[in-house]
Structures are given as structure tokens and as C-alpha cells.
């Protein structure tokens, strides 16, 4: 008889508990299914971040499919598809572009306007110029985003 399996039975279970634990790198990008953290004041957001679900990335409209700042994406909260701007990203930055601690996301409607009047958060100036650029003139105005911004980092 093999002598693994005159082992005390606590012994076997935290045995096979060990070999099925992996460890890996943290994702430190936003793509598919990465939770967001909403910044502006608007009504869905405000109850889906006091309810505790906040939202889920399910399209990037990159031709990478990875989300950086000022990147548009479409998240899913409290059942409804929203899109929004990302403000503020926990991945590694060009110099002089700060790093945040969350993945933030200001929600807009189709033709750009922020769906919220205030953002609670710092953005970064550089934001500034990147939505100055997708910005066209009978397009989506990304610039409102700025305004309503009350700090800049």
C-alpha cells in the first residue's frame, strides 16, 4: 500500500488544495470584463457603485482591444449598455502621465455628452489634448468631459 494514503484525511484535502492554486500576474490593462470605477455623478452609476456592482468593460473600440486613457469603451451596468470615456487607468504610463489606483470611466450618451454634471475625481492634462483630437465637428464633443472636471493632475 502507498504510504500517501495512510496520511491523517485533513492531511489529502490540503494536499490537493495546494496543487490546484496557480499564481499569476496581476492584468493591469482594462479590456473585456475588467470592472470600472464610475467618477462622474450620474444616476446609474452613483446606484451600481452604492450597490457594489460596478461595470464591466465588454467592447473597447481600439484596434487593439485594450483600453488606455481617453479610450471610449462600452460597459454593461445594472443591466443596460452605457458608454463611457476612461479618465484614469492602473497600467504603467508614458513619463509625466500619472498612474491611478482604479480603472476610472466617466459614462457618456451617443453623442458625447457626459451623463453626469461633476466629476469627483482628478484627471490628467493630458487627457486634454487626446480629446481635443477625437473630437470632430459633427461628431461626438468628448471636450464637455473637461468641463465639468473640477481637478486636473
Do not use: W
Amino acid at each position: 500500500m502507498n504510504g500517501r494514503y495512510l496520511l491523517h484525511p485533513l492531511q489529502n484535502i490540503f494536499a490537493s488544495c495546494n496543487r490546484s492554486f496557480s499564481t499569476s500576474e496581476v492584468c493591469c490593462q482594462v479590456r473585456k470584463m475588467t470592472r470600472l470605477r464610475v467618477v462622474d455623478n450620474s444616476p446609474i452609476g452613483k446606484a451600481a457603485m452604492l450597490e457594489g456592482k460596478p461595470p464591466k468593460v465588454i467592447h473597447v473600440y481600439t484596434k487593439k482591444k485594450f483600453g488606455y486613457l481617453g479610450d471610449k469603451v462600452l460597459v454593461a451596468i445594472k443591466g443596460q449598455k452605457v458608454k463611457g470615456i476612461l479618465v484614469g487607468c492602473v497600467q504603467d504610463q508614458d513619463p509625466f502621465i500619472p498612474k491611478f489606483d482604479s480603472n476610472n470611466v466617466v459614462l457618456i450618451d451617443e453623442n458625447g455628452n457626459p451623463l453626469g454634471n461633476r466629476i469627483y475625481v482628478p484627471i490628467p492634462t493630458i487627457l486634454r489634448k487626446m480629446l481635443k483630437d477625437k473630437s470632430y465637428p459633427k461628431q461626438a464633443d468628448y471636450t464637455k468631459i473637461l468641463s465639468i472636471a473640477t481637478r486636473f493632475v
